[in-house]
């Protein structure tokens, strides 16, 4: 089986190092790999994208290949033929496979019968090379390695599960701030916990989640797919949204982050998205650079 990246946990600790020294040198501009001379990377995509779509077409251009933006009125993934003969077929064509779609089982049926890496590019679970990025942007901004304290306020989705897988792998003090019917996956919340390199708290309270923190990370209340439920979301998380009164009660360094696309006004205000502590576009440039590494490592 290839090697893919299907969730942050495919990876061990000094793995994911290995990505981010090669993202900084990539982004330096001090080694410029071409993995994919002469190769083709399917992009599949069963939900919207700015960012991953551009970064990923771009990214693999950067690395010498060509990319191929499929979606599901071409393949009809798992319909029209099963996952496990289109893994086998695309295979013989791609060097790579990105995937954004809904159910993260699909992904890992591809994963398991491809015989090329397949690279999660976001599903209703996981949204593995976000947080990587945002990770890197962290790292970046910050100038050293330490057990941040990262408050993530809102709804618990793909993101905030990516945080706790990225916690099973790298110490930090993870605070989540959330309401009783927005948890994070029950599953992921344990492996992280029984994993015990991290200190994780769950609070209903976004005062108490983000008190000295060095980031301070949110996202939409309603995630794709979700966006029928925007208003009971809203309901539920409206004391978590991200605004000055809040950022004072971090670290007075912290820095403010939002995988994007944001919805102003709702989970972040203007002041705050649009501030000082604000590292939102750092991180959504990143996506690019760790994108590349990811794809350089999975190729090596
Ligand atoms: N952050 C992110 O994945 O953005 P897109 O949905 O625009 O790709
Ligand atoms: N949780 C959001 C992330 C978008 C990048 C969603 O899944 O829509």
Not at 91 to 114: C, G, P, Q, W
Not at 116 to 140: A, K, M, R, S, W
Request: aromatic share 6%.
């Amino acid at each position: 089986m290839a090697r893919s990246f299907v969730q942050i946990t495919d990876m061990t600790a000094d793995e994911i190092w290995q990505i981010f020294d090669l993202c900084g040198k990539m982004k330096k501009g001090e080694i410029a790999p071409k993995p994919y001379a002469d190769k083709s990377v399917g992009c599949i995509f069963h939900k919207a994208s700015l960012r991953t779509r551009i970064s990923f077409e771009v990214g693999i251009a950067q690395l010498g290949g060509q990319s191929l933006y499929i979606t599901e009125k071409e393949i009809n993934l798992g319909a029209r033929e099963s996952i496990h003969d289109a893994a086998k077929v695309l295979s013989r064509y791609l060097a790579t496979i990105m995937i954004r779609t809904f159910a993260h089982s699909d992904v890992e049926e591809l994963a398991e019968n491809a015989d090329v890496p397949v690279v999660n590019g976001l599903t209703d679970l996981t949204h593995p090379c976000q947080i990587l990025g945002d990770y890197f942007t962290l790292l970046e901004n910050k100038g050293k390695r330490d057990d941040f304290k990262i408050a993530y306020l809102g709804d618990g989705n793909n993101i905030t599960n990516s945080w706790l897988n990225l916690a099973a792998r790298i110490p930090m003090k993870l605070n989540i701030g959330t309401a009783a019917d927005t948890q994070p996956d029950a599953q992921i919340l344990k492996l992280a916990r029984d994993n015990g390199i991290s200190d994780i708290m769950l609070t209903d309270d976004p005062k108490e989640a983000v008190a000295g923190a060095d980031v301070i990370y949110t996202d939409v209340w309603a995630s794709m797919g979700q966006k029928d439920k925007a208003e009971e979301k809203a309901r539920l998380l409206k004391q978590y949204q991200i605004n000055d009164a809040l950022v004072k009660l971090a670290h007075p360094d912290c820095l403010v982050m939002h995988c994007l696309p944001a919805e102003r006004g709702r989970e972040i205000t203007d002041e705050v998205m649009d501030g000082p502590h604000s590292v939102v576009f750092d991180e959504a440039e990143n996506r690019l650079h760790i994108q590349k590494a990811i794809m350089a490592f999975v190729m090596q």
